[in-house]
C-alpha cells in the first residue's frame, strides 16, 4: 500500500513571511487602512526619534496597498524564495530580507517623501541574489549581469517617470541581491 502524500512547510521563512503579509493586509482592510499607514508603511516625515519608526522600517515590506499588489510581490517570493531558502539556509535569508527592508526603509525616510510600503524591495533582491546561487570566486555569471541589466535597468529607466512606485527601493533591494550573492560566493 502507498504512503499518503505528506504536505511539508518547506520554506520556513518565505512562507511564514507570505502568511503575515496575508494577515497584514486582512487586518488593514479591517481598520480602513489604518494599520498600514500606522505601522505597515515608512513615511519621508517620519523622524527616527520616533520609537515606531523602527518598526516601520521592516514593517513596510509587510503592507501592501490592496490583493493585486500583494499578489504581484508573494508570486515571485513563493517562485524564487524556496530555491534561495534551500540555499542559503531559513535564518540567513530572514537576515538578509530584514536587511534589505532596513536599508530601504532608513534611505527613504531620509531622502524621499510619501509613503512606502510592499516587499518588491525583497523581491528585486531575491531576483539578483537568485541570479548569483552558483556564482564562484572571482567570477561574474552572465545571469548576473542580464538580470541588473534587464530588472535594474529597467527600474532606472522608469524612475524618471511619475507614478507611485519606488523603482528606489527596487534598485536598493537589487544592490542588496548584488552584494549578499557576491559575500557569500563560496
Known sequence: MNAPIKITYNAPFVLTYSLICLVVLLVSGLTDGKSTLHIFSVHGSDSLSNPLVYLRM????????NFSHLLGNLTIILLI????????????LTIMALITAGITGLLHMLFFEGMLLGASGIVFMFIVLSSLVNVKRKTVPLTFILVCII?????????FEEDSVSQFAHILGGICGSVFGFFRAK
Open 81 to 92: 524564495g524556496p530555491i534561495l531558502e534551500e540555499k542559503y539556509g531559513s535564518r540567513d
Open 58 to 65: 521592516v514593517g513596510h515590506t509587510m503592507g501592501h496597498i
Open 151 to 159: 530588472f535594474l535597468g529597467n527600474e532606472f529607466l522608469l524612475s
